[in-house]
């Protein structure tokens, strides 16, 4: 993933854990993914995960006003913050937090789409050290189930120009699924469900992050013992061997054989 000023608008450029405790999330993923931890300059209660010494997330402390389940939020890269505001609510979608300052030059806002599946985007510099290729640890890539894939493909292509004609992107089906690519690169899959159905009530809308491991049944296990639970065990599917985990607090996310 390339740092926001050299990213063209609408590329996945960071991604957040907001969790009730910033020292049982750092506890739980350093047993589970190996990370380390670095102090940022946006106060005590945010941390960025390192792995191999590069960035991989940044997770922060939910305010005790908005204690609940953990959630891992994907964030988008935009040139406009308040354009972009606009796009989504013209769109359907609804802008919940923000645009609000976040750091020196830079606006981050929380939005979900007419689904209810929620994202971020992120206008200005991004945090010092964030990779800026797709190894260096950034995740695999993000992964939308939801229920119309085509409806939130078509939302997403429209908000971030993923399609434009002077954009890099390339949107393609593929096994049931849209898949965004850079250069060849997976950036983002739209996975979806009872589409031609009535809204299947099972199938919340949701982004998955993806992380990548040498060894999924490993990874497995150490959430277990770590207290955490799995949400669907190891398979292989259109993406490679994987597995759905959560963590402690509730925070759900995805590992990848590496």
Not at 181 to 196: C, I, P, S, T, Y
Not at 230 to 254: E, H, K, M, N, Y
Request: charged fraction near 20%.
């Amino acid at each position: 993933m390339k740092p926001i000023g050299q990213a063209r608008p609408g590329f996945p450029c960071w991604v957040s854990l907001a969790a009730p405790s910033l020292q049982a999330a750092q506890e739980f993923y350093t047993a589970v993914l190996g990370w380390t931890w670095r102090p940022t300059g946006l106060g005590e209660e945010f941390r960025t995960a390192l792995f191999g010494g590069a960035p991989v997330a940044g997770v922060g402390a939910l305010a005790d006003s908005l204690r609940g389940a953990a959630a891992w939020t994907p964030f988008f890269a935009v040139a406009d913050a308040d354009a972009t505001a606009a796009h989504i609510r013209e769109r359907g979608g609804t802008v919940g937090v923000g645009p609000l300052p976040f750091g020196t030059g830079r606006r981050a806002a929380l939005a979900a789409d007419p689904d209810g599946a929620v994202f971020g985007f992120w206008a200005g510099e991004a945090l010092p050290g964030w990779p800026s290729g797709p190894a260096g640890g950034a995740p695999a890539w993000l992964e939308l189930r939801t229920r119309d894939a085509f409806a939130a493909a078509l939302f997403y292509g429209e908000v971030f120009g993923w399609a434009a004609p002077e954009g890099s992107c390339t949107v393609e089906y593929e096994n049931d699924e849209v898949i965004v690519r850079e250069e060849g690169r997976k950036l983002a899959v739209v996975h979806g469900g009872a589409v031609e159905q009535a809204p299947d009530p099972r199938v919340r809308p949701r982004w998955y992050v993806h992380f990548r491991v040498p060894d999924v049944t490993a990874a497995v296990a150490a959430a277990r013992a770590a207290g955490g639970t799995v949400a669907l065990p190891p398979d292989a599917s259109a993406t490679g061997r994987q597995a759905i985990l959560c963590d402690p607090d509730g925070g759900l996310f995805t590992v990848t054989a590496a």
